[in-house]
């Protein structure tokens, strides 16, 4: 059974940073794209941003130079790391990737920007 576990969401002030992880059981994310989404009240879901099997990364307009998305093949574990955090930043993440014609997703992790 393939389990994503993310963790790292916390509450922060505007300008604070954090690590969120996203442990993966059950499969090999080696040949995949890992994939971080993010759903705000009353929003839709977005994508924030994904890095590709090479290591080859993209993000979305408003985090760039803020948000760095990494992985560690490894540890069967993906990245996002947030910095300059604002209070639209606000928002339940999400990490997701696609196998074998699969899509897998995590239960979320609370990120909260707030003074």
């Known amino acids: 059974q393939v389990q994503l576990v993310e963790s790292g969401g916390d509450l922060v002030p505007p300008g604070g940073s954090l690590r969120l992880s996203c442990a993966v059981s059950?499969?090999?994310?080696?040949?995949?794209?890992m994939a971080w989404y993010r759903q705000a009240p009353g929003k839709q879901r977005e994508l924030v941003a994904t890095?590709?099997?090479?290591?080859?990364?993209n993000y979305e307009d408003s985090v760039k130079g803020r948000f760095t998305i990494s992985r560690d093949n490894a540890k069967n574990t993906a990245y996002l790391h947030l910095h300059s955090l604002k209070p639209e930043d606000t928002a339940v993440y999400y990490c997701?990737?696609?196998?074998?014609?699969?899509?897998?997703w995590g239960q979320g992790t609370q990120v909260t920007v707030s003074s």
């Open positions: 890095i590709t099997s090479d290591k080859i990364t």
């Open positions: 059950g499969t090999t994310i080696r040949y995949s794209t």
């Open positions: 997701h990737f696609r196998r074998t014609g699969w899509d897998y």
